[in-house]
């Protein structure tokens, strides 16, 4: 929001509404009226009022965002950067603009070829603009361009870190923000104020925000979370700063709504909805899809085959039919226990027959039409096609963008060509794009990509199309949560303009044979229709399953040689722990015998606590297979929640886990990232309407979603209309990266401290890694809660190079995670790190010691999935919390957060029995944390000796078809992350 305060200081006043989201503001020269950068409706415009906030006007307008306001000194133009001009396949940079105020007219000033462009500021006279270039190395150049456009000459530039919004004073003085290097995973080394290239500010944290001149050469900048003024000498040297007092205060209402119900303890059949990746057969009679964690093939109007059980410790996925309808292929974990790499199987279903064709790890398979090559990815989403009598095989595409993979290959129906989704990133700025039909000449490499309609994505990469038709004449897709049809050439370009077949949600579309029907899936039913939109007919999946615990009659007692319940402090010494069935009945001395048919589980020399809990995960099955859920038990994690996956596979996964059909913690689930119609990740959710916002959030309601999550792009009004979903219809937490306006639209929660945000730098911490009071004062009292995801804490693992020799690390964890791991073992802790994590943990302390309601996340697999829990814990605890302050946040609190108290997070009668064994003592120890020996989830223990053996059995897993690089895959895998102040491949 835009405030105002009088020039000595004093009560600031809000002028602005929550939605514009202002920034970068400009007076005109005769201080009537203030333009800014706003972002309502979804896009960044330029926008001016009065200084009262009155007469709000929209400048600009479209597709392109346009950022970094100037006025120019004769008040006719306002000059800003912006993506215009370039194009929305191919990509734009950022250039110079300017607008008529009048007119509107729009003048590019700068071409931008092969850097970006922004900041701009007038010089005096009007004769020109002062300018940030950035090349590969970012925005270390100051440049300056006439004002009519034309050459462009360099003014300054820096040999390292960033210069940031150059603003130029009445006889000529440039000022701008040097930000330092971040030497990762350290923050920036500094930020200060610079005019005309020396600093004028000393032990300052400088904001990242553009300075501003007054009229008399006085200089107001942002330090140290305050208002300040200097008066910089025309001959050199710092002056004296002037602090500006301010107080501001903003009334929130937060809402109070019922809370969902979760039904622990029911046993009770229910109808599957986490039916995921079904695909039609060609004679378009059958259906073959995962669920249960089992894959199944369905002749239409029967009782679903199950093909294939995975193993507890594997994940069956990805299913797709051969042309003739003899075979499905699939992808699972190599080897006839389930494990190892994940390879391609193909199931012959006349003899059930099942054979590996591909290995590696190898995804998303499709095989050509004449059934002789298979397309098919690998771990980074490198697009490769197998010729299976020759057993050759050849990278024939790579990724455009990263944070995850394109979604699967489609032939087309002569096999030359095959299409695909995949992400274009716009610009060096800023990593969003479009979700893009890219399409590939098998023959010669080269490629094309379309959209179906200008600026628009197709709503995700995981399985939303595109899809050929097997005739050639179109492709399927799902945009803006519902199923389209584009015609198309032999060669994949479009043919004509995109239909909407249907107005409810959509997803997983595939063709039947004739190129006649299609099958899609709305909100856990499967349905047909026609290839013109008419005759949609349900089709009835009869699956069932029911939650899988143990015998309520039977009683399982753990000897505690040392409990802690996460009530408290204490630590109680030799106790048992009684269990019927799920629950817990009572928490006792210990006595010496068991009675008859109680079943014991010796603690003895462990120290028991509370189930831990991982509050922010992205469930990556579908490169990680059954390893994710074994690796978060075998680090004692029996809670994880979901913060961003695709739906049908979280609903999916949270099923086979009751079930009892996979090795995994509890899952709070949550579908796609809800965002603009830009994305990021393949699991974000693009949205450019109304109504396709509205078909995600009833598709929400139906899956029973735990959580919902907007994301980077999602406007103010987007982010309301899911608080709305989450709060009347699910009665769950909703939440964003956003502090701001995530708190002003009713969200609940940030998910991160900070990560990723649509302006160029986030408020809630500066590149120097510190926070102020605002943020604090957000935070504090619990009535707006924050995950934390301590991402500087990975440097720890250079203090204990042990942890890198651990079976769960060099068995367990993909080859991927564990190169990431072996380096930074490998790399010793510097000072420079290890302030970091300091300066994050502070922030921390002082949000508890202010009241605030703070849990534990990771983002794994951003991070070593298990390991980067304990691993934040060791960073709470060295900077400041006590042992039970540091594991609240991963047990009790969280269980409040969430809404499940009453049954999880404390070890007490009643509770449902999670629990997680420690070899040692954490309380004498705290590094004793990590060596946990078993979990338990209501009452089902998991030995940890169990889930690595799993993998212990599997085929060597570096014996691939090419020799593989796992560091590579590792930086590959993470590039592009949503907090890229922290890079975790360097």
């Not at 119900?261 to 229910?270: G, I, L, P, Q, Y």
């Not at 990593?431 to 490499?445: A, F, M, P, W």
């Not at 010691?849 to 060295?878: F, K, Q, S, Y």
Request: glycine content about 10%; overall charge negative.
């Amino acid at each position: 929001m835009l405030w105002s305060l009088p020039r000595e200081g004093g009560r600031a006043t809000a002028l602005t509404h929550p939605d514009l989201e202002p920034t970068r503001l400009s007076w005109s020269p005769d201080g009537s009226q203030v333009a800014v950068c706003g972002y309502q409706g979804g896009g960044f415009h330029v926008w001016t009022m009065e200084p009262d906030g009155s007469r709000l006007r929209q400048l600009t307008s479209g597709p392109w965002d346009d950022r970094g306001v100037a006025w120019s000194p004769d008040g006719t133009r306002i000059a800003f950067a912006s993506e215009r001009g370039g194009s929305p396949v191919a990509g734009s940079s950022y250039t110079i603009w300017t607008v008529d105020v009048r007119t509107g007219e729009l003048r590019q000033l700068t071409d931008g070829a092969g850097v970006e462009d922004y900041d701009p500021s007038w010089y005096p006279d009007g004769s020109g603009l002062v300018f940030v270039r950035a090349g590969a190395a970012g925005g270390r150049t100051l440049a300056s361009v006439p004002a009519e456009g034309g050459s462009v000459t360099v003014v300054r530039t820096v040999a390292t870190g960033v210069l940031i919004g150059p603003a130029v004073s009445a006889d000529g003085r440039v000022a701008c923000v040097h930000v330092g290097d971040a030497v990762r995973p350290a923050n920036a080394t500094g930020s200060r104020l610079l005019v005309d290239g020396e600093a004028v500010t000393e032990g300052e944290d400088v904001s990242p925000l553009p300075p501003s001149w007054g009229t008399d050469g006085a200089l107001f900048y942002v330090a140290d979370g305050q208002l300040r003024v200097r008066r910089p000498a025309q001959t050199g040297g710092r002056s004296v700063p002037e602090q500006i007092p301010f107080r501001a205060a903003l009334d929130v209402p937060r809402v109070r709504y019922p809370g969902k119900e979760h039904e622990f303890d029911s046993t009770v059949a229910r109808p599957v909805r986490g039916i995921h990746l079904p695909v039609l057969s060609p004679d378009g009679g059958s259906v073959a899809f995962a669920a249960l964690n089992a894959l199944w093939v369905m002749p239409i109007g029967r009782r679903p085959r199950k093909l294939v059980q995975s193993s507890a410790s594997g994940y069956v996925q990805m299913p797709s039919w051969a042309p003739d309808g003899r075979s499905v292929v699939y992808s699972y974990e190599g080897g006839s226990d389930g494990n190892g790499l994940i390879d391609v199987h193909r199931y012959w279903l006349d003899d059930d027959r099942d054979e590996v064709v591909a290995t590696g790890g190898r995804l998303n398979a499709a095989l050509s039409p004449d059934g002789v090559r298979l397309a098919c990815q690998d771990y980074v989403g490198n697009l490769l096609v197998k010729d299976l009598s020759a057993g050759t095989e050849k990278i024939l595409a790579t990724p455009l963008g990263a944070n995850g993979l394109p979604s699967r290959p489609t032939w087309s129906a002569d096999g030359r060509y095959i299409a695909f989704c995949d992400r274009n990133r716009l610009n060096r700025r800023f990593r969003e794009g479009y979700n893009l039909i890219r399409v590939v000449d098998t023959s010669t490499g080269e490629w094309t990509a379309h959209q179906p309609e200008p600026h628009s994505s197709l709503a995700d990469r995981g399985n939303a199309g595109p899809v050929w038709a097997p005739d050639g004449s179109a492709m399927a897709f799902i945009m803006e949560s519902a199923l389209w049809i584009l015609p198309v050439h032999a060669d994949g370009t479009p043919a004509g303009d995109p239909q909407r077949l249907t107005d409810e949600a959509a997803d997983h579309p595939s063709w039947s044979g004739d190129s006649r029907t299609l099958l899609y899936e709305a909100s856990g039913k499967l349905k047909i229709i026609n290839r013109d939109g008419t005759g949609p007919r349900v089709v009835p999946v009869p699956l069932d399953y029911s939650r899988r615990l143990p015998s309520p009659a039977g009683i399982t007692r753990v000897h505690a040689g040392r409990l802690w319940d996460g009530t408290g402090d204490t630590v109680r010494e030799n106790v048992d722990i009684v269990i019927r069935g799920n629950r817990i009945t009572a928490v006792e001395p210990h006595r010496t015998g068991v009675s008859s048919g109680e079943k014991l589980v010796d603690a003895s020399t462990s120290t028991v606590i509370p189930g831990l809990w991982d509050s922010h995960t992205h469930p990556w099955q579908y490169t990680y297979g059954g390893r994710q859920g074994s690796l978060m038990l075998a680090y004692g994690i029996t809670t994880n929640v979901s913060l961003g996956g695709f739906a049908h596979e979280a609903v999916r996964i949270r099923e086979s886990v009751q079930a009892g059909r996979m090795a995994g913690p509890r899952l709070f689930a949550t579908g796609e990232l809800i965002d603009g119609s830009r994305v990021a990740y393949s699991m974000g959710r693009a949205h450019g309407t109304q109504d396709g916002l509205r078909r995600s959030l009833e598709r929400a309601e139906a899956l029973d979603y735990d959580f919902v999550k907007t994301y980077v792009r999602a406007s103010a009004r987007t982010m309301r209309e899911a608080v709305r979903t989450a709060h009347e219809k699910l009665g769950v937490l909703s939440g964003s990266h956003l502090l701001s306006p995530g708190v002003s639209v009713g969200q609940d929660l940030t998910t991160h401290l900070e990560a990723t945000q649509r302006s160029e730098y986030g408020r809630a911490h500066s590149p120097t890694g510190r926070s102020y009071q605002d943020v604090v004062e957000t935070y504090r009292d619990g009535d707006f809660k924050l995950i934390i995801t301590p991402f500087t804490a990975l440097s720890l693992l250079g203090a204990d190079p042990s942890v890198a020799g651990d079976p769960r690390v060099t068995t367990l964890m993909p080859p991927w995670d564990t190169a990431l791991v072996d380096k930074y073992a490998a790399t010793p802790l510097t000072p420079a790190a290890n302030q970091a994590v300091a300066e994050e943990m502070a922030v921390y302390r002082r949000i508890i010691a202010e009241g605030g309601m703070l849990v534990l996340g990771t983002d794994a697999p951003l991070t070593p999935v298990g390991l980067h829990l304990h691993i934040c814990l060791r960073a709470l605890h060295a900077c400041g919390l006590s042992p039970a302050e540091a594991l609240r946040t991963a047990t009790a609190v969280p269980a409040q957060l969430f809404g499940v108290a009453d049954d999880l997070g404390t070890v007490e009668p009643g509770k449902l029995a999670d629990l997680t064994a420690v070899d040692g003592n954490p309380f004498d120890d705290f590094d004793d944390l990590i060596r946990t020996t078993w979990a338990m989830r209501e009452g089902t223990l998991y030995q940890q000796d169990d889930l690595v053996e799993a993998f212990t059995r599997s085929a060597p897993r570096h014996s691939t078809a090419h020799p593989t690089d796992w560091l590579d895959v590792s930086r590959q895998f993470r590039r592009e992350p949503c907090c890229s102040r922290h890079v975790f491949d360097s």
